[in-house]
């Protein structure tokens, strides 16, 4: 039977994945001169636990740079050697080997046994450095790790349930006993079989249960993971508070009385008010025979007996207590030993308060409920044809359904909503690299990292923002020589902002800069042949540097210089159904905006009317609606179409115009206007009637057909027809370009 590896690791895919971006980070953002302490322990944990992990199921590639990395981060966060910037940048480049050897276990990737070897090299030899021979010889101190008689060990019985394939986890849980040899001394009580995966072992470690349940819960189901503690340490003979250690040998009295005192002279120890000092021979009340005189025997001969909870134990004399010697107590009979610790807290599953769920699953729960709009829209459709008074129930309760489908909508879309601090978190390290290779100093500042957006929109726009990033790097911020001739800082800043706006996510890339040379990119295009005049707006010079090929570096590098970056945005970002925006002042910096749609899925459209067509407007761009009247109509400077609201002329759209509608209204005062606004512009669009308001599951136009000038998209409605989804601001585009020749 074929063992499908990728669904029994994936648990450990993703915790590594999670582990490497948290070192990432935390390197990124210590500052060797100063480092802090709890920022150093969170380094060495994340190191650690990736170890262990990987050497648990059998990834020893991974385990092998990682040990090397633990081994050289121990000694930072023990105080034996400073954190230095050679170590900071091992360690990123050890975190990029690890992300390739990842990506190559999850079969994404080749893996890059040479880079794994190099990195490998140079943390050794880091470690090798931190062995200063002038410096004082450490002294000698029992090891950590004895397990013949461990200083401070205690004994953990741990039961769980492999989960995975019954195969592939009976073949990983040697691992898990090898990983969990490196703690203590472990002995396999109850190993798993194909048949049965239910497991029970021993360990005497020095390590808390937390430790041991981090490393079983990658192989183990969470919910039967139980550790239970055993035994205590040897020299300090800890009992929780509840009984003293016992030097003299006492009879068990099953916790009805107090041991008896070895002589009459002696302390009886405190008895917490219950009981008075008993002679030697106890009165029994009648319950026992008559115990006969405890013999004299020394007090740290006897084993510990325990007495339920109820008593202390009898105490020697202070002179013997004082010169009593600790008792050596080997591992092997802290089993049975009388004192009982209580079971170690492990954390419950339910308290992370998350489960993983695969994103597959996740987009077929929305693709089901976008299913679930289209069957509601077209049941009210159906009943509106239906007496209200006749059918009242039924009418009631669609519109029960209707408010229960919102509901349901919006919560499955927040599942599917991510804040944008995951595409921002990868760009400290590409501003790092980039900068120190271009000689520039250069500070990335975010704003606004947890606004959310789609997950598929998350995965999307990270290239091509790091193309812009790259960019602003390369072309927009000076070097620190010229910086300092200009009257600037030094140090350049490059920002990174996100927000809500109109329904979409505006991400903007912007520096301080030298901004674009417009005369340059002119003579540029004019070199090229393209059609450009002196005569042309900003806008439309900036746009240019969008164009395939183009770019305005005087020499080729290996960062820039080929023309193959901008236009790749461009065409990404408008596969997305997004635009981009470039606006820039020469000698102040550069902002690059980008505007996408919230969500791909589903959104809330006014649907309208022109001739026998339907078409859905995204509700998050209409102002508001009007009826013209005909004095509101002008026409300025040979602009045939505009319209007076409030004072402001506004251009205007004839939807019956731009997609050639045979039978529509014509007539201004027997049509609607729809004020509309887009990238803070605006227009009317000229209409025959308003439909109504309601939900709509968009369905990509261009996967099914291809893509059409001022569609965004196509809908399903309630009769089963086919509505087109308007793109807004191209159509407003469209209206203002015209409005250069009313000025």
């Given at each position: 039977m074929a063992i499908?590896?990728?669904?029994?690791?994936?648990?450990?895919?993703?915790?590594?994945?999670?582990?490497?971006?948290?070192?990432?980070?935390?390197?990124?953002?210590?500052?060797?001169?100063?480092?802090?302490?709890?920022?150093?322990?969170?380094?060495?944990?994340?190191?650690?636990?990736?170890?262990?992990?990987?050497?648990?199921?059998?990834?020893?590639?991974?385990?092998?740079?990682?040990?090397?990395?633990?081994?050289?981060?121990?000694?930072?966060?023990k105080g034996e050697a400073p954190l230095t910037d050679d170590m900071v940048d091992a360690s990123l480049v050890a975190g990029d080997v690890l992300k390739n050897l990842l990506a190559a276990h999850r079969g994404e990737d080749e893996a890059d046994r040479a880079a794994a070897e190099a990195i490998c090299h140079r943390l050794e030899a880091l470690c090798r450095a931190l062995e200063a021979p002038s410096a004082p010889p450490p002294v000698p101190v029992p090891a950590a790790r004895t397990v013949s008689a461990p200083v401070c060990s205690t004994g953990f019985d741990l039961y769980f349930t492999l989960s995975g394939d019954s195969n592939a986890a009976v073949d990983g849980f040697g691992h898990l006993v090898d990983e969990l040899g490196s703690f203590g001394l472990v002995e396999t009580l109850a190993a798993p079989t194909p048949e049965n995966r239910e497991c029970h072992l021993r360990i005497i470690t020095e390590v808390d249960a937390d430790t041991l349940c981090g490393v079983i819960d990658f192989v183990a189901d969470a919910a039967s993971v139980r550790i239970e503690a055993f035994g205590s340490s040897a020299d300090e003979g800890e009992a929780y508070g509840f009984f003293d250690e016992v030097l003299a040998p006492v009879e068990e009295a099953y916790g009805l009385f107090e041991p008896l005192p070895e002589a009459a002279g002696s302390s009886g120890g405190e008895a917490y008010g219950f009981f008075s000092d008993l002679p030697v021979v106890a009165e029994p009340y009648g319950f026992f025979t008559e115990l006969p005189p405890l013999p004299d025997a020394p007090a740290a001969a006897a084993p510990e007996e325990t007495a339920y909870g109820l008593f202390e134990p009898v105490a020697v004399p202070a002179a013997e207590s004082e010169t009593a010697s600790p008792v050596e107590v080997s591992p092997a009979p802290v089993a049975a030993s009388a004192v009982v610790r209580k079971p170690a807290a492990r954390p419950a599953a339910s308290d992370s308060g998350s489960i993983r769920v695969s994103v597959e699953k996740v987009d077929q729960m929305i693709n089901l409920v976008g299913e679930l709009v289209i069957t509601q829209a077209m049941l009210t459709q159906a009943a509106s044809n239906v007496d209200p008074v006749i059918f009242e129930r039924l009418i009631n309760g669609l519109a029960q359904l209707e408010r229960n489908t919102r509901d349901l909508q919006e919560s499955v879309?927040?599942?599917?909503?991510?804040?944008?601090?995951?595409?921002?978190?990868?760009?400290?390290?590409?501003?790092?690299?980039?900068?120190?290779?271009?000689?520039?100093?250069?500070?990335?500042?975010?704003?606004?990292?947890?606004?959310?957006?789609?997950?598929?929109?998350?995965?999307?726009?990270?290239?091509?923002?790091?193309?812009?990033?790259?960019?602003?790097?390369?072309?927009?911020?000076?070097?620190?020589?010229?910086?300092?001739?200009?009257?600037?800082?030094?140090?350049?800043?490059?920002?990174?902002?996100?927000?809500?706006?109109?329904?979409?996510?505006?991400?903007?890339?912007?520096?301080?800069?030298?901004?674009?040379?417009?005369?340059r990119i002119l003579a540029k295009a004019k070199e090229r042949g393209m059609p450009v005049t002196d005569a042309m707006t900003d806008q439309e010079v900036w746009q240019l540097i969008m164009e395939p090929g183009f770019s305005t570096a005087e020499q080729v590098t290996e960062v820039s210089g080929r023309g193959v970056g901008m236009d790749v945005v461009k065409?990404?970002?408008?596969?997305?159904?997004?635009?981009?925006?470039?606006?820039?002042?020469?000698?102040?910096?550069?902002?690059?905006?980008?505007?996408?749609?919230?969500?791909?899925?589903?959104?809330?459209?006014?649907?309208?009317?022109?001739?026998?067509?339907?078409?859905?407007?995204?509700?998050?761009?209409?102002?508001e609606s009007m009826q013209p009247e005909r004095g509101m109509m002008k026409s300025v400077s040979g602009v045939e179409r505009l319209i007076q609201v409030r004072g402001e002329y506004l251009p205007v759209v004839c939807l019956h115009d731009?997609?050639?509608?045979?039978?529509?209204?014509?007539?201004?005062?027997?049509?609607?206007?729809?004020?509309?606004?887009?990238?803070?512009?605006?227009?009317?669009?000229?209409?025959?009637?308003?439909?109504?308001?309601?939900?709509?599951?968009?369905?990509?136009?261009?996967?099914?057909?291809?893509?059409?000038?001022?569609?965004?998209?196509?809908?399903?409605m309630g009769d089963g027809r086919v509505a087109l989804i308007l793109d807004v601001p191209m159509l407003v585009g469209m209206a203002r370009r015209v409005m250069p020749a009313a000025a």
């Open positions: 499908d590896m990728s669904q029994f690791y994936q648990v450990f895919f993703e915790e590594a994945a999670e582990h490497l971006a948290s070192m990432e980070a935390l390197l990124l953002a210590i500052d060797p001169a100063a480092p802090d302490t709890e920022e150093v322990n969170a380094l060495f944990r994340a190191a650690h636990s990736i170890k262990g992990s990987s050497g648990t199921f059998g990834f020893q590639d991974m385990m092998e740079v990682t040990h090397i990395l633990e081994t050289m981060l121990d000694r930072v966060r879309m927040s599942i599917r909503m991510m804040p944008i601090s995951v595409v921002f978190s990868r760009f400290p390290r590409v501003v790092r690299d980039l900068s120190q290779k271009l000689g520039k100093q250069v500070e990335l500042k975010t704003i606004g990292e947890t606004t959310e957006m789609d997950k598929s929109l998350v995965e999307r726009i990270t290239d091509p923002l790091t193309h812009l990033v790259r960019n602003s790097l390369d072309h927009g911020l000076e070097t620190p020589e010229r910086r300092r001739a200009a009257g600037k800082p030094e140090t350049g800043t490059i920002t990174l902002s996100a927000y809500h706006q109109s329904g979409n996510i505006v991400i903007e890339v912007g520096d301080d800069g030298a901004g674009l040379n417009r005369a065409k990404n970002i408008s596969a997305m159904g997004g635009r981009i925006e470039l606006d820039s002042v020469t000698g102040v910096g550069t902002r690059i905006t980008v505007r996408l749609p919230l969500t791909l899925a589903i959104l809330d459209g006014m649907s309208v009317g022109v001739g026998k067509e339907t078409y859905i407007i995204p509700l998050g761009y209409v102002m731009v997609f050639h509608i045979q039978g529509a209204i014509t007539d201004w005062s027997k049509g609607i206007m729809v004020v509309l606004e887009a990238d803070g512009q605006s227009a009317a669009l000229f209409i025959d009637q308003l439909i109504g308001q309601h939900q709509v599951v968009i369905k990509s136009l261009e996967a099914n057909y291809r893509r059409v000038p001022g569609v965004g998209g196509a809908t399903i």
